[in-house]
């Protein structure tokens, strides 16, 4: 990065920017930190991952269901296969747990057909099952389901942890990242881009979720217009297996994959979503929707404990008019990069999308080298995979991490120390909990959140007052990520 005064106006330059931090950006700047170049992120929020991929389903789908020959199919099937690795490089949390997709009745039973070729001509991993023989591993499927795809490559990831991690160890690598810097203005100089009258960037791409619209009317009409599609879900307490094994689908509709019971890393059960057009892209309330979840539920399972929900909450997808993934720099606009419309399955995808992105659209442009001494993030410490020896070795060393804080999930004050100090650290009460937990066991944080404050005002040296639950805005993160740069 290289910066000058000109006129009292400070204008920062960088090689690449990137708008948006959910799992595109946040892989793609990922991606680019391997490399040679200055990066810039830029993120409206107070951390990363606050839209779609802080809420969804965090499944890795195998690519069974896209339409042929889309893009949401090409990039599917590579993110699937991509997956493992990547949560391995990241030292994050995959599952491999696979998936059933349950099908009752003969009109059912030929979607289910439909399904089933397209898994052979992809070359994914398939069983077929009567519907008996599924109900030998998992009983609480229900009665009427006579047929069943087992995909054994699905996978579940904790989206956010994995956009996190990626995040960090780019800024471990150089990386910039601007949070609570919303773009509102882009002008297209002779060979770089302006953006809001303070950052010059060669190469700009565009990773706005449902504004990505928005970003390139900033420099052209836009060849396509983003709309929210919201999804509202249950979540039930830690069942650890005895509700669900896999992943259970519906078979899918011209709405999409429908309402699902999808077991999470951490042992809970997420029902849902739903799939509704909203006109306010930032309107994550539930409402409705759950009824709707409650009645499909029971389509496909059957003993649903209603009684173990701790949470609700609500997601929304970018669905784009196009409806397949915009993904190609701008027949217009050179050093313009559109990463658009990625609605579902677009977790899935990315490690696909961002090794695409980098390699095809941006290396190119630059003669840059690999970085030496790339240096490697840390797993955050869960002490929940550990044996005694190593938690009484921690304590020993830190006794902080022997003091819990949150009773529901058992986190100690050390590991919630540990997120806040690291780059792309914790500044919120929400930005704790999406990175170890404390706030999203039974109680809701009501026990644990005045301790996560007190944690917080004392690492980040504020006033308790300035700092926020979540995202709405908070001043100590905009101290923060003006010195960060
Ligand atoms: C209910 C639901 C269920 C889903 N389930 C799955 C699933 O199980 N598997 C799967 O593969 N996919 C799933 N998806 C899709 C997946 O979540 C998305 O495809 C993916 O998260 C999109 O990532 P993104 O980085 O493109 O966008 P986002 O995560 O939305 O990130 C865009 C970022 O850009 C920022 N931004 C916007 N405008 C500006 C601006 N002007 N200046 C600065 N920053 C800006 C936003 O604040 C946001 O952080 C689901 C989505 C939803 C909503």
Redesign the pocket.
């Known amino acids: 990065m290289r910066s000058f005064a000109s006129y009292f106006i400070i204008v920062l330059m960088f090689d690449v920017t990137i ?7 946040s892989l793609i700047a990922h991606e680019l930190s391997k490399f040679d170049l200055a990066v810039l992120v ?4 107070n951390d990363v ?13 195998s690519g069974h269901d896209p339409k042929p020959g889309s893009l949401k199919c090409k990039y599917n099937l590579l993110g699937n296969r991509m997956y493992p690795a990547l949560c391995e490089e990241l030292r994050v949390n995959y599952v491999p747990i696979g998936a059933f997709v349950a099908a009752g009745g003969k009109e059912e039973e030929e979607k289910l057909d439909i399904l089933i070729s397209q898994c052979k001509e992809r070359g994914i991993p398939f069983e077929v099952l009567d519907g008996d023989t599924a109900r030998e591993t998992e009983p609480n499927l229900a009665d009427r389901i006579t047929k069943v795809l087992s995909l054994p490559t699905t996978g579940i990831i904790t ?1 956010w942890e994995v956009s996190i991690a990626a995040m960090e160890e780019a800024m471990l690598n150089g990386t910039k990242l601007k949070l609570n ?4 203005s882009i002008e297209k100089k002779d060979d770089h881009f302006l953006i809001n009258d303070e950052i010059e960037t060669k190469v700009l791409i565009n ?5 990505c619209d ?2 390139t009317e900033m420099l052209r009409p836009s060849p396509y217009k983003v709309g929210a599609k919201k ?1 509202e879900y249950f979540v039930l307490d830690h069942l650890n297996g005895t509700f669900v094994n896999h992943v259970i689908y519906p078979v899918p509709t011209e709405k999409g994959k429908g309402v699902l019971a999808v077991p999470t890393v951490h042992g809970n059960v997420m029902l849902g ?1 739903n799939s509704e057009f909203v006109e306010d892209a930032e309107d994550d309330a539930t409402g409705d929707g759950l009824d709707f979840i409650r009645k499909e539920i029971g389509k496909t399972v059957k003993n649903v404990p209603f009684h173990k929900m701790i949470h609700t909450f609500a ?4 669905h784009i008019d196009l409806n397949d993934f915009y993904i190609q720099e701008d027949d217009q606009i050179e050093n313009f990069i559109h ?1 658009a419309g ?9 490690p696909a999308i961002a090794q695409d992105v980098v390699n095809d659209m941006v290396l190119p442009k630059f003669e840059c080298k690999k970085k030496e001494g790339y240096k490697r993030r840390e797993r955050f410490i869960d002490i929940s995979k550990m044996n005694e020896e190593e938690v009484n070795a921690l304590i020993q060393k830190d006794p902080s991490f022997g003091k819990i804080v949150c009773r529901c999930e058992k986190i100690s004050e050390g590991v919630i120390r540990d997120v806040i100090r690291r780059e792309c650290g914790a500044r919120t009460i929400k930005g704790v909990k999406m990175r170890c937990r404390p706030g999203m066991g039974r109680c809701q944080g009501g026990f644990c959140e005045p301790e996560v404050l007190r944690i917080l005002s004392e690492e980040l040296k504020a006033d308790p007052s300035e700092i926020l639950l979540d995202r709405k805005g908070s001043n100590v993160c905009v101290a923060l990520a003006k010195e960060d740069l």
């Open positions: 708008i948006g931090a959910g799992i595109c950006g830029l993120e409206k929020e991952a606050e839209g779609a991929t802080g809420a969804n389903s965090a499944m890795v789908h989206p810097y919303e773009v509102v990773c706005a979720g449902a504004h928005t970003i999804g979503p997601g929304l997808r970018p990463v990625i609605e579902s399955p677009g977790l899935s995808a990315a």
